[in-house]
């Protein structure tokens, strides 16, 4: 997936840059920010995309649990970065090699290829009853109590 990187130098660049955070933190972040977009959209790697766009992982990590718009500019990366993986997995499991590619498709699309577990339970529990039951326990309890005088 070939995404123009951005440099700072379009104004209509910068102004993009921009709309992906909430408040930047300084000058350079919204560029960098876009860069590291950019670059994990070509890579699907956090790690890759930090070192390209000369960020810490913890500045990506910190801006997803502060900014509500750098988090929707991520998670559509995510999306196409799960097309680009659906894509290529397709083609890899028309010529018979599937496997590296499934771990990575949970990853990126847990909704379409989670694991799905599901458990049937038959039986009944009358609840009522084992309260009544419960109750009548409680109520003998605290007659032997009293009938013997060892109340607490």
């Known amino acids: 997936m070939d995404t123009p990187q951005t440099d700072g130098s379009d104004r209509s660049d910068t102004n993009q840059s921009d709309e992906i955070i909430s408040t930047p933190s300084n000058k350079r972040t919204p560029t960098r920010l876009r860069v590291f977009l950019d670059a994990y959209a070509n890579t699907g790697s956090v790690r890759q995309a930090c070192e390209m766009a000369d960020i810490s992982p913890d500045t990506h990590y910190r801006k997803m ?7 929707e500019a991520v998670t559509e990366v995510e999306q196409r970065v799960g097309q680009l993986l659906e894509d290529v997995t397709v083609e890899r499991a028309i010529d018979g090699d599937n496997a590296l590619l499934l771990p990575l498709l949970k990853r990126f699309r847990p909704e379409l ?7 049937e339970v038959s039986g009944s529990i009358d609840l009522i009853e084992r309260m009544k ?14 009938a013997s005088g060892t109340v607490s």
């Open 133 to 146: 039951t419960a109750d009548q326990r409680l109520i003998a309890i605290k007659r032997n109590e009293t």
């Open 113 to 119: 290829y989670r694991e799905r577990i599901s458990a």
């Open 65 to 71: 649990k502060i900014d509500p718009m750098y988090r």
